[in-house]
């Protein structure tokens, strides 16, 4: 599937991308990988070693893919609670 991002500096485009990039599946307009994007994504860790968190009883994300998931679902349950609450965007 393809998918064109407008909008990708507001907010909603700029999880969007996150996640897309995380993923792998962010391509330019040509429908290839972005040498320059590929070149940041791949500067990313891999794996961190999480010993100090374990030790506090802290449980470590499996993945980036994970961690960009919890990242947008957390900050558009508070863009929900901003909007419910009548707090302008």
Known sequence: ???VITGGAGFIGQRLAAW???RGTLAGRDGRPDPAVQRIVDGWPRACAATRARRLSIEPDPDID???AAFIADDLDA???LIQ???PP
């Open 85 to 87: 609450a009548g707090v």
């Open 66 to 68: 994970a961690i960009v």
């Open 79 to 81: 863009q929900k609670s």
């Open 20 to 22: 897309l990039l995380a």
């Open 1 to 3: 599937m393809r998918i």
